[in-house]
């Protein structure tokens, strides 16, 4: 079982800035947090940031290349998802994904941390 928690998240000015965090615990030896994924209110969850399960590149939706940044602490299975420049319109539940080595799919999630951005 792998167990995935996200925190960090908030209430934020439009213009700002947020960092949020995840971590993987569990039987994490072949799973690692990879992933970050937005649900807002009436939408369908949809893809933010992730690192390619092949290359390990990072990989951004187009609504916020340029303003997210997506990093990891691999000592700590530490996923960090650096979100600057805000907008109403990035106001969800922000979930953590992880995955299983060498593998393109997500495996485990975690709870959602809301975060709103204030106009």
């Known amino acids: 079982q792998v167990q995935v928690a996200e925190s960090g998240g908030g209430l934020v000015q439009a213009g700002g800035s947020l960092r949020l965090s995840c971590t993987a615990s569990g039987r994490t030896s072949s799973t690692y947090a990879r992933g970050w994924f937005r649900q807002a209110p009436g939408k369908a969850r949809e893809f933010v940031a992730a690192?390619?399960?092949?290359?390990?590149?990072?990989v951004y939706a187009d609504s916020v290349k340029g303003r997210f940044t997506i990093s990891r602490d691999n000592a700590n299975n530490t996923l960090y998802l650096q979100r600057n420049s805000l907008k109403p319109e990035d106001t969800a539940v922000y979930y953590c994904?992880?995955?299983?080595?060498?593998?393109?799919?997500?495996?485990?999630w975690g709870q959602g941390t809301q975060v709103t951005v204030s106009s």
């Open positions: 690192f390619d399960w092949n290359n390990g590149n990072p």
């Open positions: 994904a992880a995955g299983r080595i060498g593998r393109p799919s997500f495996n485990d």
